[in-house]
């Protein structure tokens, strides 16, 4: 499917500039198993303003919903709201949910990149990490009260 | 960097260094102690956080985050451990968050893009997202917490995180007095001493003895007993506190490295003693003697190592290649062969002892010091990361106390058997009482 104009207009993606600094921000360079041109999410923006059908988009399963993309754009590009409504339009959701409160948890690249990156030494899959922060913080409490 | 040099990712790693160090280098460990008896979740802590803490700029968003669970009558602050192997830190892909020399993991925020990556890393989840989308993390007011002094109830206290060294300095005394008296005054060693008016020996020897001789001899089981009713008074004292060949290793654990190589995995089963046992009692019904007291390490270094005793040949290698497993893992020949041990091990089973390891103060994931000092290796790291106060098998544990010596918050503690403990944590489930009924509903309420 294609991203429609509302959507456009809506998270203001006509006022790009392709200036980049979105991409420099963006810790989808670390996180997402592949970071490109089209990945970033300058490329999104581009790909949205093309006309790209959004099963095309690799970018979009990766992105971590930070908004640190947002707060920077100088010509004021609500971009983390673009790639979250675009992902609305992606016909099975890329992310999985909180099981106790249905948060979106990290998508699955940055799931495996902290895995990596933080869980070593670790035999067993942590049990925590199956849980949005604030339901871990309660599991937490409970375990030490 | 002079103007005409391309940036690229090696002068970039110039400019900005990378702190993606372990963190182990640093010992000192300032942290928070929070002990949820005292809280009654009055949230002053979040208020003179969100004031600006001690440096007083604020209003911000606070650092700490008191739960509160009014159906429990329960509250609990939420925040950051500064840990001594921070996962944040790990985590971050911006390097931004770092652990100085004063043991304070900060956060910079010119290089953080609150992308939120510490927080899905942090067992606790300590660092709390602001409204704006803003991450933000305590820095301990710089090593003088307002939260801590505006606590009205004294939940919150301060540590720099020095553990006793009272206990090690009285464990190496008993350890090499009686490695002084076993090995050089009385030659005979553990395996049996005949002192003045009573006699000790080895309870395994004895059984030994009893498979061999086919008999029972009383005057020799009331000796092996003296060290069995120790054991079972004080748990496996023998092997933390009197083994000389315990305190071979132990030596011999403060020089080598650890983890050069690892035993194959059928070897790496603390089983194995209870099999050693029974084989060695089944050869010394077969052939008569105590066969496994000529190989026995502790008996070797006695017989072959004292001072008025000859180096005795083949005897004497035994200790230095008994002790190179300790390359592996620290104690191996304790952990998993010593049928002495197993032994003492099903004695203190039944023991009137107890290690607890998680007392309500208990750091777990942040901390791990008891885990890292554990010459027997039987404090889980998988369940303190996890924030579950694990149990301690007694028939595995020394009684070195090693643990209750390093701990800077008082909760690995020594408790008898009569005395109230904390139940051990279940696993975190995904329940947060939603009140559907569900399998991990079940579990948490069992």
């Known amino acids: 499917m294609k991203p429609s104009q509302d959507i456009l207009t809506a998270r203001g993606a006509y006022l790009c500039v392709e200036c980049g600094k979105c991409a420099a921000l963006c810790p989808m360079a670390e996180t997402a198993s592949e970071f490109s041109r089209v990945t970033s999410p300058r490329g999104v923006v581009q790909q949205a303003l093309r006309g790209t059908d959004v099963q095309n988009m690799p970018g979009l399963a990766s992105c971590l919903q930070c908004g640190s993309c947002s707060r920077t754009c100088p010509a004021g590009v609500d971009v983390a709201g673009l790639i979250a409504d675009l992902r609305m339009l992606l016909p099975e959701p890329v992310q999985l949910v909180c099981p106790a409160c249905g948060t979106p948890l990290l998508p699955a690249d940055a799931e495996a990149y902290l895995s990596r990156a933080a869980n070593e030494g ?13 339901c871990r913080r309660r599991a937490y409490a409970r375990n030490n009260r | 960097m002079s103007e005409k040099t391309p940036i690229s990712r090696e002068s970039l790693s110039d400019l900005f260094p990378p702190t993606k160090a372990t963190g182990r280098t640093v010992n000192s460990k300032p942290g928070i102690v929070f002990d949820p008896g005292k809280c009654t979740g009055c949230g002053m802590c979040e208020a003179v956080c969100a004031a600006g803490g001690a440096e007083g700029r604020g209003p911000r968003t606070p ?3 008191v739960l509160r669970d009014a159906e429990a009558g329960t509250s609990f602050a939420v925040l950051c451990q500064h840990c001594l192997d921070p996962q944040c830190m790990k985590a971050c892909p911006n390097g931004a968050l770092s ?13 953080c893009v609150n992308c939120g990556m510490c927080i899905a890393a942090c067992p606790e989840a300590a660092p709390l997202r602001a409204p704006d989308g803003e991450v933000v993390k305590c820095d301990l007011c710089g090593g003088a917490p307002a939260c801590v002094e505006a606590c009205p109830n004294g939940a919150l206290s301060y540590t720099k995180g020095r553990g006793s060294f009272w206990i090690p300095l009285l464990r190496w005394t008993c350890q090499l007095i009686s490695f002084l008296l076993l090995v050089v005054v009385f030659v005979g060693s553990v395996c049996s001493i005949n002192l003045v008016t009573f006699d000790l020996a080895c309870p395994f020897g004895v059984l030994q003895n009893v498979f061999s001789a086919k008999f029972i001899l009383l005057s020799t089981v009331i000796s092996a007993l003296l060290l069995i009713g120790l054991t079972v008074l004080f748990g496996r004292v ?3 506190w009197i083994c000389p060949f315990g305190f071979v290793l132990d030596i011999v654990d403060k020089i080598i490295p650890h983890g050069l190589f690892r035993l194959p995995r059928f070897l790496r089963n603390r089983l194995n003693k209870y099999g050693v046992g029974i084989g060695s009692l089944a050869a010394a019904g077969v052939v008569s003697s105590q066969a496994f007291c000529t190989v026995c390490p502790i008996g070797t270094v006695c017989r072959s190592y004292g001072l008025n005793s000859v180096m005795a040949g083949a005897e004497a290698a035994i200790v230095p290649a008994v002790a190179a497993l300790n390359l592996g893992e620290r104690r191996s020949w304790c952990r998993y062969f010593c049928p002495v041990g197993a032994l003492f091990g099903l004695a203190a089973k039944i023991g009137l002892l107890r290690i607890e390891i998680g007392a309500s103060k208990c750091k777990k994931f942040s901390c791990m010091r008891c885990a890292s000092v554990c010459p027997m290796g039987i404090i889980p790291r998988e369940q303190l990361v996890q924030g579950i106060s694990p149990k301690i098998d007694m028939s595995e544990c020394i009684s070195c106390l090693r643990c209750v010596s390093v701990c800077p918050h008082n909760a690995a503690r ?3 058997v009569w005395q109230k403990r904390k139940d051990s944590g279940s696993l975190p489930t995904a ?8 399998a991990n509903a079940k579990e948490n309420r069992s």
């Not at chain 2, 004063?102 to 925020?109: P, T």
């Not at chain 2, 329940?431 to 569900?438: E, I, L, P, R, Y």
């Open chain 2, 99 to 111: 652990k100085g020399g004063d043991g304070i993991v900060r956060m910079d925020k010119s290089l």
């Open chain 2, 431 to 438: 329940c947060t009482g939603c009140g559907k009924d569900c």
């Open chain 1, 122 to 134: 670790f035999e067993s899959r942590l049990s925590y990490a199956s849980l949005c922060p604030s």
């Open chain 2, 63 to 65: 650092r700490v985050q």
């Open chain 2, 414 to 416: 020594i408790r008898f």
């Open chain 2, 238 to 240: 023998f092997c933390g």
